[in-house]
Structure formats: structure tokens, C-alpha cells
Nanobody
Framework: EVQLVESGGGLVQAGGSLRLSCAAS????????IGWFRQAPGKEREGVSC????????YYADSVKGRFTISSDNAKNTVYLQMNSLKPEDTAVYYC??????????????????WGQGTQVTVSS
């Protein structure tokens, strides 16, 4: 059974940090890229970051570049999203997802095969 389980969300003040984790199981981790998406109330889901488990290539949305860092521990089949300098506009449910597609369009959620249940991140001003 394929599972993606997010953890690490919570409430933090603006300027603070959180680290999200995405633990994957049930598929060959090295064959997939793992992406982080977020969805705020009343807004569409948007791509935040992505990492290729095979070669470590990383991608970021412009809104988080320089503040968020994605990394992968292939031995643990886990991907992390370190979020620093958080802003109220980062408030959303964060999801991790896995795609077997090798594409520059990492931010397209329709390319992802498996999804986690999401974890809430709330940044207070």
C-alpha cells in the first residue's frame, strides 16, 4: 500500500521556522520525485517545491525561494521541507506528493500519482 505521511505542521509566529516531513512507503522511492504543495482557504493548490530522489535536483516556487529548503534522506524514504522566515501568507495545508514523471513541470499537481493527507501550517502576524 502506498503511503505518504506528512508531519511537522503547527502554529508559528511570523519570522519563525518549521520543518515538515514526508515519510513515503509502498513504492520505489528512488524512482520518484517528491513535491510539496499547499492550499490556503479559498485558493487553488499551488506547488511549493520538489526534489528528485534519483539525482537530488530541486525546484522552488518564486514565493519561497531563499526561505524554504527541500531535502531528502533516501535511506529513510523521507523528504523534508525546512521553512524559515515564515510569513502569514504561508498559512495553508501542506501536502506532499509523489510523481514518477520526469518533467520540468514539477508544479503541476495533475502529474502526481500519490498524495499525503496534509498538515496544517498557520503563521500568525
Amino acid at each position: 500500500e502506498v503511503q505518504l505521511v506528512e508531519s511537522g505542521g503547527g502554529l508559528v509566529q511570523a519570522g519563525g521556522s518549521l520543518r515538515l516531513s514526508c515519510a513515503a512507503s509502498g513504492f520505489t522511492f528512488d524512482d520518484y520525485a517528491i513535491g510539496w504543495f499547499r492550499q490556503a482557504p479559498g485558493k487553488e493548490r499551488e506547488g511549493v517545491s520538489c526534489i528528485s530522489s534519483s539525482d537530488g535536483s530541486t525546484y522552488y516556487a518564486d514565493s519561497v525561494k531563499g526561505r524554504f529548503t527541500i531535502s531528502s534522506d533516501n535511506a529513510k524514504n523521507t523528504v523534508y521541507l525546512q521553512m524559515n522566515s515564515l510569513k502569514p501568507e504561508d498559512t495553508a495545508v501542506y501536502y506532499c506528493a509523489a510523481t514518477g514523471a520526469t518533467s520540468p513541470y514539477w508544479f503541476r499537481d495533475d502529474l502526481y500519482d500519490y498524495w499525503g493527507q496534509g498538515t496544517q501550517v498557520t503563521v500568525s502576524s
